[in-house]
């Protein structure tokens, strides 16, 4: 079966910066798109960042433009968020997810901010800012 890890979160200041990485591993991979979410604790889930994984486009969390930066290595099957400017509201669990199949209708990056949309979900890294 697929399954998809996710590293590199930790603990950093306010103002630092981490990169989290989501690796998949398995016979088979297929990926239309990939995200990423958050939750902290006694909150939902929410949206981050999304990466469609034929073009490269990418679609944000207003909370997060211009801090966070979503990117993909096909051969590698592995998405990343680069976490700049961190702070302490970032603080939560981070999941990385896969959308497997493709939509009925062309659907740009933001189809897939709805975390409703995706197939499989990694077990998640924590990421703590400090301030």
């Known amino acids: 079966q697929v399954q998809l890890v996710e590293s590199g979160g930790g603990l950093v200041q306010a103002g630092g910066s981490l990169r989290l990485s989501c690796a998949a591993s398995?016979?088979?991979?297929?990926?239309?798109?990939m995200g990423w979410f958050r939750q902290a604790p006694g909150k939902e889930r929410e949206f981050v960042a999304t990466i469609r994984w034929t073009d490269g486009s990418s679609y944000y969390a207003e909370s997060v433009k211009g801090r966070f930066t979503i990117s993909r290595d096909n051969a590698k099957n592995t998405v990343y968020l680069q976490m700049d400017s961190l702070r302490p509201e970032d603080t939560a669990v981070y999941y990385c997810?896969?959308?497997?199949?493709?939509?009925?209708?062309?659907?740009?990056?933001?189809?897939?901010?709805?975390?409703?949309?995706?197939?499989?979900w990694g077990q998640g890294t924590q990421v703590t800012v400090s301030s």
């Open positions: 997810a896969v959308r497997s199949g493709r939509p009925t209708y062309f659907s740009g990056a933001r189809y897939f901010a709805d975390r409703n949309k995706y197939d499989l």
């Open positions: 398995g016979r088979t991979f297929s990926s239309y798109a």
